[in-house]
């Protein structure tokens, strides 16, 4: 989590938590994330999107630790 917590904003971490089930293996969906934060989907999207980015310009191998 070191990394997310170094390279992403508090948002960006909480959807790609969430996203990808990294604090309890349950997996969600873009719509349910957006329902579940009060946010718009394409909101959501964009920002998981913005996060991926960064997370792939950052040490990419620790990232791959966590999943």
Do not use: P
């Not at 508090?10 to 009060?38: H, M």
């Not at 946010?39 to 990419?60: G, H, M, P, W």
């Amino acid at each position: 989590m070191q990394l997310l917590d170094n390279t992403l904003t508090e948002l960006e971490k909480k959807i790609i938590i969430k996203r990808f089930g990294l604090n309890d293996n349950k997996y969600s969906s873009i719509k349910e994330i957006a329902k579940d934060i009060n946010l718009n989907y394409n909101k959501v999207f964009t920002e998981e999107q913005n996060a991926l980015r960064k997370i792939r310009k950052s040490d990419i191998k620790r990232f791959k630790d966590y999943l």
